[in-house]
Nanobody
Framework: QVQLVESGGGLVQAGGSLRLSCAAS????????MGWFRQAPGKEREIVAA????????HYVDSVKGRFTISRDNAKNTVYLQMNSLKPEDTAVYYC????????????????WGQGAQVTVSS
């Protein structure tokens, strides 16, 4: 069982930056691929970024490439999402997620979810 707790959401002006953190419980964190999903009002949940457990392979949705960076610190059981050049369309609830398969996670299969963190970008 893995528990995920997000932090770092908030309100920021367009062009600003935020960093989300997701702390995971358990001693097997490094075996899990980790990702960030988001859901805006009236829209379906979508994957934003994912990172594999060991090799550090990453995946990003096209709309955030060059602006967002996912990283992880296996010693701290934490995954991060650095969000730069934020746009109003990035406004959403951001969810941390885990799956023991990287490509399964990229396709939307999630074993564990965090509770979500609100990110609001004002214009």
């Amino acid at each position: 069982q893995v528990q995920l707790v997000e932090s770092g959401g908030g309100l920021v002006q367009a062009g600003g930056s935020l960093r989300l953190s997701c702390a995971a419980s358990g001693r097997t964190f490094s075996k899990y691929a980790m990702g960030w999903f988001r859901q805006a009002p009236g829209k379906e949940r979508e994957i934003v970024a994912a990172i594999s457990g060991f090799s550090g392979t990453t995946h990003y949705v096209d709309s955030v490439k060059g602006r967002f960076t996912i990283s992880r610190d296996n010693a701290k059981n934490t995954v991060y999402l650095q969000m730069n050049s934020l746009k109003p369309e990035d406004t959403a609830v951001y969810y941390c997620a885990a799956n023991d398969g990287f490509w399964a996670l990229v396709r939307g299969a999630v074993d564990y979810w965090g509770q979500g963190a609100q990110v609001t970008v004002s214009s």
